[in-house]
């Protein structure tokens, strides 16, 4: 049985950030780097056990992405994988260790209530409507070729 991803609200805002950033910065790299987090986090959920774990507990592990020097936190319960942050590794290296406790509440699900086998895709989709929503409420303009 797989656990269902769930993120933490200050993940999510460090995710779509991150995404924003690379995209300002040339055109399609903020898609990499959404589509390297979202193959991260198909791995965490195929294999949680997969981080590198950095808990006295063995409970909260982080994952490096591939490409990007960024990492995923995450603490493992016993009904849910929970994303405690996607943070840079130079500005914010000890992310995890020091704010775990406080961050381990998630906030929204990135999978239904009910546990339900699927293909890897599903999960990328539903992350991409999620931050998709979230990023469609800022009242920044839209680049060229989306008009």
């Known amino acids: ?25 040339r055109a399609g790299l903020g898609g990499e780097f959404f589509d390297t987090v979202a193959e991260t986090l198909a791995r965490i959920e195929a294999n949680p056990e997969i981080g590198t774990t950095i808990s006295a507990d063995g409970q909260t592990r982080r994952a490096l992405l591939v490409k990007f020097p960024y990492q995923v936190v995450y603490r493992l319960r016993p009904t849910e994988i929970v994303i405690v942050a996607i943070a840079h590794l130079k500005r914010r290296p000890g992310t995890g260790r020091t704010e775990v406790e406080h961050r381990v509440r998630p906030t929204f699900s990135l999978e239904p209530r009910a546990s339900v086998p699927r293909s890897d895709g599903r999960l990328a989709r539903r992350l991409l409507a999620v931050v998709s929503r979230r990023v469609a409420s800022f009242d920044q303009p839209k680049p060229a070729e989306f008009h």
């Open 1 to 25: 049985m797989t656990r269902p991803i769930r993120s933490s609200e200050p993940a999510s805002d460090e995710f779509r950030e991150a995404v924003r950033w690379y995209e300002a910065r």
